[in-house]
């Protein structure tokens, strides 16, 4: 985040910190339900995992095999959580 959309977001830091947080929980939690709980949290209906978050996070610890694969393209998958 730049100096300048934090000016503009400064009363929403604590928000945006959070947010933050969570994404990285997300990908990082060995926790299924704490993986679901997240998902929901958000309304995620769709989860990318290709180069980015793995060099970002690392492997994902919560199996993928439990979401549906809707695409892949190279390296990038991304999964349908079943969140509506």
């Known amino acids: 985040m730049t100096n300048l959309m934090m000016q503009q977001r400064s009363h929403q830091i604590p928000e945006i910190l959070q947010r933050s947080a969570d994404v990285r929980e997300i990908y ?7 993986f679901t709980d997240l ?5 995620v209906k769709y989860v990318a995992y290709g180069d980015r978050e793995r060099s970002l996070y690392g492997e994902i610890s919560v199996p993928l095999s439990r979401l549906s694969e809707v695409f892949r393209s ?11």
């Open 28 to 34: 990082t939690t060995p926790d299924s339900a704490r």
């Open 74 to 84: 190279g390296t990038l998958r991304i999964y349908d959580t079943g969140i509506r």
């Open 39 to 43: 998902l929901q949290k958000y309304g």
